[in-house]
T-cell receptor, first 113, second 113 residues
Framework: GEQVEQLPSSLIVQEGASVLINCSYT??????FPWYKQEPGKRLQFIID?????ERKQNQRLTLLFDKKTKHLSLHITATQPGDSAIYFC????????????FGTGTRLQVSP | NTKITQSPRYLILGRANKSLECEQH?????MYWYKQSAEKPPELMFL???????RNETVPSRFIPECPDSSKLLLHISAVDPEDSAVYFC?????????????FGHGTKLSVL
């Protein structure tokens, strides 16, 4: 079945730095890739997504790049703030059924003031 | 954010029976139960799409879902096991033939004594 890996598993940066989170998947049938942010003790919250017919998507300080050939995504966060501290999950959705969603292993980001 | 509400927030159980409740006010037609253990990725337990159940076959039979209507979801747990200690998230999505993001509730933290 689909496997979704994220690297790095954790990041510690100073406020204002930029970070890059990488995500790779295995199933070429995956077509939709939403990302979620989870602050400590809180729910997962959607932050950005991309579909397999796109290469790039931007939402304010977030830029998501997608390479269908290499089955790789990267999330770039600029001008990080302490409020960005959270675990970030990549996910892959296979076909037209959202039920076949596989979450990545997660990247813990800590932003120091 | 009261669009998806879950109760209770915290649950401490011995080997008792209990039910978790979820209600969404988003008009979504798919609802999910996810289990998240210790900062790991969420794992899908059950999905209801238009009240039809799709089950993750690895979920123990002591977990019984119920969907009384399209906006409500219950999870009945009997004779809990220590391995069941986790946060249980309800989620919903609007499924209309294309993949859509998930909206999560704030979760129920289950601690098994």
């Amino acid at each position: 079945g689909e496997q979704v890996e994220q690297l790095p598993s954790s990041l510690i940066v100073q406020e204002g730095a930029s970070v890059l989170i990488n995500c790779s998947y295995t199933d070429s049938a995956s077509v939709y890739f939403p990302w979620y942010k989870q602050e400590p003790g809180k729910r997962l919250q959607f932050i950005i997504d991309i579909r397999s017919n796109m290469e790039r998507k931007q939402n304010q300080r977030l830029t998501l790049l997608f390479d269908k050939k290499t089955k790789h995504l990267s999330l770039h966060i600029t001008a990080t703030q302490p409020g960005d501290s959270a675990i970030y999950f990549c996910s892959a959705s296979i076909g037209s059924n959202t039920d076949k969603v596989v979450f990545g292993t997660g990247t813990r980001l800590q932003v120091s003031p | 954010n009261t669009k998806i509400t879950q109760s209770p927030r915290y649950l401490i159980l011995g080997r008792a029976n209990k039910s978790l409740e979820c209600e969404q006010h988003l008009g979504h037609n798919a609802m999910y139960w996810y289990k998240q253990s210790a900062e790991k990725p969420p794992e899908l337990m059950f999905l209801y799409n238009l009240k039809q159940l799709i089950r993750n076959e690895t979920v123990p039979s002591r977990f019984i879902p119920e969907c009384p209507d399209s906006s409500k979801l219950l999870l009945h747990i009997s004779a809990v096991d220590p391995e069941d200690s986790a946060v249980y998230f309800c989620a919903s999505s609007l499924r209309q033939g294309t993949n859509e993001r998930l909206f999560f509730g704030h979760g129920t933290k289950l601690s098994v004594l």
